[in-house]
Structures are given as C-alpha cells and as structure tokens.
T-cell receptor, first 112, second 111 residues
C-alpha cells in the first residue's frame, strides 16, 4: 500500500516561531508537493519539487521555504509563523506529472 | 490559465437517490483529469484518472465520464458512507506539473 506520511496531525505554534513540517513517501516518486487548504479557497500550491534539491514556487510561496535533501523526504518551513498561516497543510507525491497524486493525512497547524 | 469549476457546492441526497457531480474545466492541452474523495480532516484520496474525451471509469457506486469541456461523477444508489467532499483536478500540458483543483462538491447522503 502506497504511503505519504506527514510528521504531525496537529500542531500549535506561536507567532514568530520557525516551523518545520515533514513529509515522507515510500513510493520512490520524483515529484512532491506542499498545499494548504482553507475553507472557501480550496487547495493552493505552495511549492513543489521534481527532483532532489530541486524546487519550484507554487501559487502562494511567500512566507514559506522548502527542502528536499533526499528523494523520499520533502520539508516545508515556515520561517516566522504568522496567524494567517493557520491552515491545513497537505503533502502529496506523484510518479510523473500526468498520473494521480497521493496525499498525506494532513497537518492542522494553528498559529497563536 | 487552467480553470476548474465544480457544481453544485453542496448536494444532499437520500440513501439510494442517484445523482451527478459536475466538473467544468478549461485547460491548455489536457494531460489528465483526476477525481479525489476527501473525508473531513483527512487528505484527499484518489478515485479516478481520465485522459481523453469519451473515457469512462467505474468503481463500486461511482462512475466518472469525460468530455472536452467537463467531467461528471455519477453516483448510483448512494449510501451514507459515500458522504464526503469530491474534488476534481486537471493537469495541463503547459503548467509545469501544477495541477489545478476545483473547490469541491460536498456530498451528504442521509439514511
């Protein structure tokens, strides 16, 4: 069974903290993605990576950075968390770009 | 720019009452149209991929169809466990790996 695992289901962080969200996939997929999902705004792409050490900005990269040092792991970093980054964060991976994505279970981040 | 519009936003059905969800899209060079199911508080789960107009896929009570402008997810004799949000996404040829998602249709099936 294919799997995308996010390190936390729920996180509460303080404004200004540096936050790391980790994602690991066991499918040997080249492509990995970070989305955030907010009511009424749907899924919005933050960053994606098509290879180790490669990254591309998505639609809303401001305030975020990413790291992909190994093929199976893609990390999302909130450099200085703010309350408007309170959201559900979803990691996904795909083998090639015209195939389906597999999503993790999501991380509900609350910034107070 | 690729666009996906799903309708209706919400749909309430009685158990056994069949219906359809719509996904209208505009895309430059369709590489794939995807349907996902998302339960509250969880990540989306893949259902179907459709690649060309006229294609159909089935799984249990669900059937997805595709034309050049829209896709339908038909739900036959739904059960309460089919209650979820259904997301549609398209992958175009020109947007470098960024799938475009619709906002979803939230389906509630009452027993």
């Amino acid at each position: 069974d294919v799997k995308v695992t996010q390190s936390s289901r729920y996180l509460v962080k303080r404004t200004g903290e540096k936050v790391f969200l980790e994602c690991v996939q066991d499918m040997d997929h080249e492509n990995m993605f970070w989305y955030r999902q907010d009511p009424g705004l749907g899924l919005r792409l933050i960053y994606f990576s098509y290879d180790v050490k490669m990254k591309e900005k998505g639609d809303i990269p401001e305030g975020y950075s990413v790291s992909r040092e190994k093929k199976e792991r893609f990390s999302l970093i909130l450099e200085s968390a703010s309350t408007n980054q309170t959201s559900m964060y979803l990691c996904a991976s795909r083998r090639i770009l015209d195939t389906e994505a597999f999503f993790g279970q999501g991380t509900r981040l609350t910034v107070v | 720019e690729d666009q996906v519009t799903q309708s209706p936003e919400a749909l309430r059905l009685q158990e056994g009452e069949s219906s359809s969800l719509n996904c209208s899209y505009t895309v430059s060079g369709l590489r794939g149209l995807f349907w996902y199911r998302q339960d509250p508080g969880k990540g989306p789960e893949f259902l179907f991929t459709l690649y060309s107009a006229g294609e159909e896929k089935e799984k249990e009570r669900l059937k997805a169809t595709l034309t050049k402008k829209e896709s339908f997810l038909h739900i036959t004799a739904p059960k309460p466990e089919d209650s979820a949000t259904y997301l549609c996404a398209v992958q175009g040829a020109t947007n470098a790996g960024k799938s475009t998602f619709g906002d979803g249709t939230t389906l509630t099936v009452k027993p």
